[in-house]
């Protein structure tokens, strides 16, 4: 066997992928199957499927979700210091 040695850039440079749109949305659409699939969503291995899929398809940044309104009485510590000061008393 050949020894081989490069830089990651040369590696970088090496690996740089030129797909069709056909062939973008067949691999994006197996990785997405593959990520869905597997019972493992913290193992490496699906952490390295969503890393791909993030450079092949990435998502634009979106906003932070509203926070929702809550009145004083409905937040758990409110109530949890409601139920403290009734078993002191």
Sequence with gaps: MGSFSADRSTINAIMTLELSDDETLALTDLLKRMID?????????VLTLK?????????????????????????????????????RG
Excluded at 37 to 45: A, H, K, M
């Design 37 to 45: 699939e597997d019972c493992y969503t913290l193992s490496p291995r």
């Design 51 to 87: 890393a791909i899929l993030a450079k092949i398809e990435p998502r634009p940044n979106a906003p932070a979700p509203p926070l929702a309104v809550t009145k004083l009485g409905d937040r758990p510590c409110a109530a949890l210091a409601s139920r403290k000061r009734q078993r």
